[in-house]
T-cell receptor, first 113, second 111 residues
Framework: DTAVSQTPKYLVTQMGNDKSIKCEQN?????MYWYKQDSKKFLKIMFS???????INETVPNRFSPKSPDKAHLNLHINSLELGDSAVYFC????????????FGPGTRLTVL | GESVGLHLPTLSVQEGDNSIINCAYS??????FIWYKQESGKGPQFIID?????DKRQGQRVTVLLNKTVKHLSLQIAATQPGDSAVYFC??????????FGAGTRLFVKA
């Protein structure tokens, strides 16, 4: 049983394109996150959502727009992709009472050419 | 500013030995300190956390030590196994919805 799933696993696209990454969790968690991991493995939070509401937006460019249609889903849409957007994007979830124990998805490797 | 860092970017240990992964932090206001393990090609996985009012916490084969005087955190892995090979991240949480991750330490376990 997959707890946190992401699609696609790999995404290769041209600069300037718009793309989306989907995330779903079947853990019944109220809180979901998006993280970006660069080539040096540095992991940085981008967004936190709780009960479908945006809680944290870590100075991410407006080109990145998360959307939470329900508590089990947090999708990430990226407009006008740039070379610097190339990274691995991780979705995660947790209960708001246990924010330390986050469950991560397998990641989406985005390559912008 | 807030930062969580690591003393050693890579650590190589012999199978069966104990491993110690270190981490320095600068934010004294953090409520929790957390360790995650990331295996190749996978997302990070929670290992253990410790509240700021504690100095030691033990889990299964792992122990986390917190020294608030010198703002130092360590993860000890007993009897290291090949399956422990991964990148280990320390992280901190100030009680809200934001977790700040350190740079990571790669652990190699030699058979």
């Amino acid at each position: 049983d997959t707890a946190v799933s992401q699609t696609p696993k790999y995404l290769v696209t041209q600069m300037g394109n718009d793309k989306s990454i989907k995330c779903e969790q079947n853990l019944g968690h109220d809180t979901m996150y998006w993280y970006k991991q660069d080539s040096k493995k540095f992991l940085k939070i981008m967004f936190s959502y709780n009960n479908k509401e945006l809680i944290i937006n870590e100075t991410v460019p407006n080109r990145f727009s998360p959307k939470s249609p329900d508590k089990a889903h947090l999708n990430l849409h990226i407009n006008s992709l740039e070379l610097g957007d190339s990274a691995v994007y991780f979705c995660a979830s947790s209960q708001p009472t246990q924010l330390n124990e986050q469950f991560f998805g397998p990641g989406t490797r985005l390559t912008v050419l | 500013g807030e930062s969580v860092g690591l003393h050693l970017p890579t650590l190589s240990v012999q199978e069966g030995d104990n491993s110690i992964i270190n981490c320095a932090y600068s934010n004294s206001a953090s409520d929790y300190f957390i360790w995650y393990k990331q295996e190749s090609g996978k997302g990070p996985q929670f290992i253990i956390d410790i509240r700021s009012n504690m100095d030691k916490r033990q889990g299964q084969r792992v122990t986390v030590l917190l020294n608030k005087t010198v703002k130092h955190l360590s993860l000890q892995i007993a009897a290291t196994q090949p399956g422990d090979s991964a990148v280990y991240f320390c992280a901190e949480n100030t009680g809200g919805f934001k977790t700040i991750f350190g740079a990571g330490t790669r652990l190699f376990v030699k058979a």
